[in-house]
Every structure is written in structure tokens, then in C-alpha cells.
């Protein structure tokens, strides 16, 4: 039977080789507790990871990471068990009937939201482009690294459209398929969560993204119209927000 003395340096060895550089082993030590790396380690058992190369982006909810798997680079999010809005988080939840029946603790809430964040993005793939998932270890999602040359695409807040109009149409449209076909609302979407392509727009973090059922998800819905609106108005499209929203007119009334 194999000792623990002999697992800790078996573990210490894998650690070291699943990162690039020691200072990235470091980096992310720093924002992981010992259950999030044991997520990555068995991420990487199941070839979901080759190497890590660090940090991209980091907040309160959750940390993405730079990784090389059989698929290419790839972004790993982390969501942090330590997150100070897991209540808010399962609040979330407990109105999207795919996620009534999560337990209250911190554990639990946490890896249902991963969860939540994988589904809704195999969801959303068939209508948007977004991310494509490459699999969930607990709380740790191995998705599609959307960028190039190690640096991810410009938000669309950092970009000037050539074509607001045909860009704004596009996205109220997504917005309406995602609904009527998917039965789901990203719940999230504005010029920070949409990330410019070349000449596609593509949407990520799907985190608060709910099911139709959601007490809430018309609102979401409504907010994220006004978001994409407001966002492109400002680049000059001629759409007034009264004709976007009254366009949804059948999603409100039902």
C-alpha cells in the first residue's frame, strides 16, 4: 500500500511539471486552496491540462488561466471557493430549476456554478460563438482560449465597430434565439463579456446565465437588451431602445 509520505512527493513532482516556470506555480498557489489544486491535478490526470502557463485574469469570483492541452491553448477558469458572492450566487440557482436541489455550503454552491457555466456555454455554442468546453473538473472549466499568440481578443469595449447597426441587429437576434431556443439568458451581457474576433463578436462568461424558468430571467433579459443597446448606440447605431425592447414583445407578455 502506498504511504503518504511516498503521494506528497509523487504530488509535489506532478505540480512542478504541470507548470511552465516556477513563478507561475507561485502565481497561482497564491489564488487556490489545497481542493482547487487537487481539481487541476485531476484535470490533469484526465488530459484536460498538459502545462500552465499562468495567469490571464483575476477577481473575486474566479481566476482564468493560460493552458497547452490536446486541443491547443486553452483558458482554465477557476471559480474561487473563497468567493465572497456565493450567496448571491445561490440565489441564482435556486431560481433556475436545473439547480433547485444545491446544498447551501460554499463547496456546493461553487462547483454547481462551474456546472452551471459549462452547460450554459454548450447551450449557447449552437446559436453565438463563444467558447467551446473541453470539460469540468469540480470547480476548475478547461474551455477554448479565445485569442492568439498568448493574449486573449479585445473586449468590445475597447474596439470601434465599423458596423454598429448590422452588429446590434445580429446581437438582439442572438439574444432572442438563445431564448426561444435554448430557453436560456446569458443574464450578463454587455460590452465587457463580449470579446471582438476579427469581425465576430463573441460572447463569454456565462456564469450568471439562467434557465427561462428563472423568476428573474426576464429581467436579465431586459437589462442585457439595454446594455447591448445603450453599448452600441453610442457607436452610432440608429435603433431607439423603446423598438429594441418592444421587439422582444412576446418574451414579456408570456
Known amino acids: 500500500m502506498v504511504g503518504e509520505d511516498e503521494i506528497y512527493p509523487r504530488r509535489k513532482e506532478k505540480k512542478r511539471?504541470?507548470?511552465d516556470s516556477s513563478e507561475a506555480q507561485k502565481a497561482v498557489e497564491n489564488v487556490l486552496d489545497d481542493s482547487t489544486m487537487d481539481a487541476l491535478l485531476k484535470a490533469a490526470d484526465r488530459n484536460l491540462?498538459?502545462?500552465?502557463?499562468g495567469i490571464i485574469e483575476s477577481g473575486k469570483e474566479s481566476a482564468i488561466l493560460l493552458a497547452d492541452t490536446s486541443q491547443g491553448l486553452a483558458a482554465v477558469k477557476i471559480y474561487m471557493k473563497r468567493a465572497g458572492a456565493f450567496r448571491e450566487m445561490h440565489?441564482?440557482?435556486?431560481?433556475?430549476k436545473r439547480f433547485r436541489n444545491v446544498k447551501k455550503d460554499r463547496k456546493s454552491v461553487v462547483d454547481a456554478w462551474a456546472k452551471k457555466e459549462f452547460k450554459n456555454l454548450k447551450k449557447a455554442s449552437d446559436i453565438v460563438r463563444c467558447p467551446e468546453v473541453y470539460g469540468l473538473q469540480k470547480n476548475v472549466l478547461v474551455m477554448e482560449f479565445i485569442g492568439e499568440e498568448f493574449s486573449p481578443y479585445p473586449k468590445l469595449k475597447n474596439v470601434n465597430i465599423e458596423n454598429p447597426d448590422q452588429a446590434l441587429k445580429q446581437s438582439l437576434n442572438q439574444m432572442k434565439a438563445l431564448w426561444e431556443e435554448e430557453k436560456i439568458v446569458h443574464g450578463d451581457l454587455?460590452?465587457?463579456?463580449?470579446?471582438?474576433e476579427e469581425d465576430e463578436l463573441v460572447w463569454i462568461d456565462f456564469s450568471q446565465g439562467v434557465h427561462e424558468s428563472h423568476p428573474e430571467a426576464r429581467e436579465l433579459l431586459k437589462r442585457d437588451v439595454e446594455n447591448v443597446v445603450n453599448f452600441f448606440r453610442c457607436q452610432g447605431a440608429n435603433l431607439e431602445m423603446e423598438k429594441a425592447l418592444n421587439s422582444f414583445d412576446i418574451i414579456w407578455k408570456a
Not at 49 to 53: E, L, T, Y
Open 17 to 19: 511539471q504541470m507548470f
Open 49 to 53: 491540462i498538459d502545462r500552465m502557463h
Open 91 to 96: 440565489q441564482y440557482l435556486r431560481g433556475d
Open 190 to 196: 454587455s460590452e465587457y463579456n463580449i470579446l471582438v
